[in-house]
């Protein structure tokens, strides 16, 4: 038997990414990440912030339901620490909410930085008005059951992108990012070493010292658009 079958279905004790990772990694863009990650990790647009201004980051509870039951995410709830990230695969079910103003005031209460749900939340101006980082595939008023089982901290799918418990998962206006758990320590320095990157360039196009980019030359030939020797 694997070790993932002899798990049960609720595993309340995980291993989360460096709670001092968390705060350093929440200083830079999810595209930032996302490109030093290897251009991989960043959930399918479709999931996205109930509003632009919302922000976090935290080590993930990763949350398995049926489509249009939350029992699960209650569970995951109760089982969360303050500055988790509770990630949820609905199925990308938008028939019926899976969260609404209720649960995201419990959440606010308990600590919690964000939901990330491929399904459908409700009472979205509420939850934009209470402030909480609430991502979703859609809205629908329609309520959830509360019945089905799931699982919750087992390996998830969301968004084209497999999460574990424990993994980063950082989220802004643009979307979320996943970072596997072992490797969000060493993507610290890349960050640093992209930002200043791309901040020198925005100040060079201003500065009107470099308007294309140093590269582009070599990539059209590298694609045989332009002959070798030759340049726009």
Same mark, same amino acid.
């Given at each position: 038997m694997s070790q993932a079958a002899a798990l049960p279905d609720v595993v309340r004790n995980i291993e989360r990414v460096d709670a001092q990772v968390v705060a350093l990694v929440a200083?830079?863009?999810?595209?930032?990440?996302?490109?030093?990650?290897?251009? %991989?990790g960043g959930l399918h647009g479709r999931i996205a912030p109930l509003a632009p201004d919302m922000r976090f980051a935290g080590p993930a509870i990763t949350v398995e339901v049926r489509p249009g039951d939350n029992l699960m995410i209650h569970a995951a709830m109760a089982v969360a620490q303050p500055g988790d990230v509770i990630v949820v695969d609905g199925k990308g079910?938008?028939?019926?909410?899976?969260?609404g103003e209720i649960m995201s005031q419990q959440c606010m209460a308990l600590g919690i930085a964000a939901v990330v749900i491929d399904g459908a939340v409700r009472d979205s101006?509420?939850?934009r008005e209470l402030g909480f980082p609430m991502?979703?595939? *859609?809205?629908?008023?329609?309520?959830?059951?509360?019945?089905?089982? *799931?699982?919750?901290?087992?390996?998830?799918?969301? *968004?084209?992108?497999?999460?574990?418990? *424990?993994?980063?998962?950082?989220g802004d206006a643009d979307g979320v990012t996943v970072i596997? %758990?072992?490797?969000?320590a060493a993507?610290?320095?890349?960050?640093?070493?992209?930002?200043?990157?791309?901040?020198?360039?925005?100040?060079?196009? %201003?500065n009107r010292i470099a308007l294309a980019p140093a590269w582009l030359d070599a990539a059209l030939r590298s694609a045989g658009v332009i002959r070798e020797g030759e340049t726009l």
């Open positions: 200083q830079f863009p999810s595209s930032i990440l996302a490109d030093v990650a290897g251009r %991989r079910d938008l028939s019926s909410a899976l969260m101006e509420a939850i991502y979703a595939a *859609g809205l629908n008023p329609n309520g959830p059951t509360k019945f089905v089982p *799931g699982r919750l901290n087992h390996p998830i799918s969301i *968004g084209g992108v497999t999460v574990y418990p *424990g993994d980063l998962v950082v596997e %758990r072992s490797k969000a993507m610290l320095p890349l960050a640093v070493s992209k930002l200043a990157a791309e901040t020198k360039r925005i100040a060079d196009i %201003r």
